[in-house]
């Protein structure tokens, strides 16, 4: 449904930032709904975003996608952040509603719980979007999810890693961030790949023997990897789902003397990911285009808005991306490495 009330819109015009997730408020660039009025006299409507956290570059990428992507349509995009609280997130929602917004985007802070406040807006008759977690209860309804391909991404982790360690075996951990559908799914394909391998007949084995939650976040990361080099002096290799875990576990490592026995598979390919494969810090991450995602939400929502079936969920494959290819990329600078973090 579409309301022309006079919204109050967030301006994007600073810092937001996989996936998997780092908190903080949503005060880095943006403004919450309340704030300013947007400048464009004539908005079709307004667009609500509440982003899992607005700490994070991935989702920076897709709010300035979204909003872009939206004003070539003649909508504006309200940004809040959830800060990986699904009773805010609700309350933002709510808010949403109240305003009278055309359409609410979400990642959502919890994939199960956050149905009540998605059902709220189905009665209220605006049609909720998700993109990157996808919503996995039945409270409420969802017209279409866009997210990277996360098992696919998963596998191909796990291919790396076997074309690693597949030859000689060894010990490996998980930082894991299960909170959220998505890297539920990152740590699902990654097993596949290696319970396969494993399966061969004379395969060197490869032994998960730790899988803690690094809470996609770099302080975390780096704080149960050192639990795990502390328990398992002899690992080989950590898979990290999101890049702010690997480059906590990283500093873990160098702090460590082990980051020359232990290798680093990450996930996100954010520019700090992309800069520490570049580094050699990270041995590769399946990448992730937030880009596309962030595109893809908006024609779904158009779509949508024109009468035409929109398909319940669209999957984008990741790549994976090596020092080769990091050596390439026009995007990264070869003076020196970035400190920022993502998921």
């Known amino acids: 449904m579409h309301r022309r009330l006079p919204i109050v819109v967030v301006l ?3 810092i937001v930032l996989g996936g998997c997730s780092d908190s903080d408020s949503a005060g880095n660039g943006t403004t919450e709904l309340g704030g300013k009025p947007s400048s464009t006299a004539r908005s079709k409507g307004v667009i609500g975003y509440s982003a899992l956290t607005l700490t994070n570059p991935f989702f920076k990428i897709i709010a300035d996608t979204m909003a872009a992507e939206a004003e070539k349509h003649g909508y504006e995009l309200a940004v809040v952040s959830a800060n990986e609280n699904v009773a805010r ?14 359409a609410i985007v979400l990642n959502p802070a919890d994939s199960a719980s956050i149905g009540q406040a998605i ?4 009665d209220a008759g605006i049609p909720v979007f998700t993109n990157d977690i996808k919503y996995t209860g ?3 309804s969802v017209v279409s999810h866009v997210a990277t391909d996360n098992l696919q991404g998963g596998r191909l982790a796990g291919e790396a890693l076997v074309r690693l360690l597949g030859e000689s075996g060894g010990k490996i951990a998980v930082l894991d961030f299960p ?12 097993q596949e790949i290696i319970d396969a391998h494993n399966a061969k007949e004379g395969a060197a084995q490869i032994n998960i023997v730790s899988v803690l939650n690094g809470g996609g976040k770099r302080d975390v990361g780096y704080a149960k990897a050192q639990d795990i080099v502390i328990a398992n002096s002899d690992l080989a290799a950590i898979f990290a789902i999101n890049d702010p875990s690997a480059l906590g576990a990283y500093a873990a490592l160098e702090e460590a003397g082990l980051q020359d026995q232990i290798t680093i598979i990450g996930f996100d390919g954010e520019k700090a990911g992309k800069e520490a494969i570049l ?7 399946p990448v992730q285009f937030p880009d596309q995602m962030g595109l893809r939400t908006i024609e779904l929502i158009m779509q949508h808005f024109d009468g035409e079936d929109v398909p319940e969920e669209e999957l984008i494959p990741s790549k994976l991306y ?3 290819d990091a050596e390439k990329d026009p995007g990264l600078k ?9 998921v």
């Open 138 to 140: 039945d409270a409420g």
């Open 279 to 285: 580094a050699g810090k990270i041995l590769c991450d």
């Open 322 to 324: 090596y020092k080769a």
């Open 119 to 122: 059902r709220k807006a189905n």
């Open 334 to 342: 070869a003076s020196g490495t970035g400190e920022s973090s993502g």
């Open 89 to 102: 997130q609700s309350e933002q929602i709510d808010e949403f509603i109240v305003q009278g917004v055309a």
């Open 12 to 14: 994007l015009t600073g």
């Open 179 to 190: 909170n959220v559908e998505s890297c539920q799914m990152r740590t699902k394909g990654f």
